[in-house]
């Protein structure tokens, strides 16, 4: 997801997307421990995303 997506997001959307993106890190971290990841900057990518999308919603300490 890219930074104008996220910006387009309404705050319902972007809670969604949090949640969605959270469970995504859970499951690329396994797959880590595993050695299965293919790809291991998804792991970077994915928590810039979900830091963005707590400024968009405006979470703190979550």
Known sequence: ???KE???LTKEQALKEFEKLKK???NIRFQKINGQIKNPAQ???TKRNIARLKTKIG???A
């Open 59 to 61: 979470i703190k300490n």
């Open 6 to 8: 996220i910006k387009k």
């Open 1 to 3: 997801m890219k930074k």
């Open 24 to 26: 995504d890190l859970f």
């Open 43 to 45: 792991i970077n990518e």
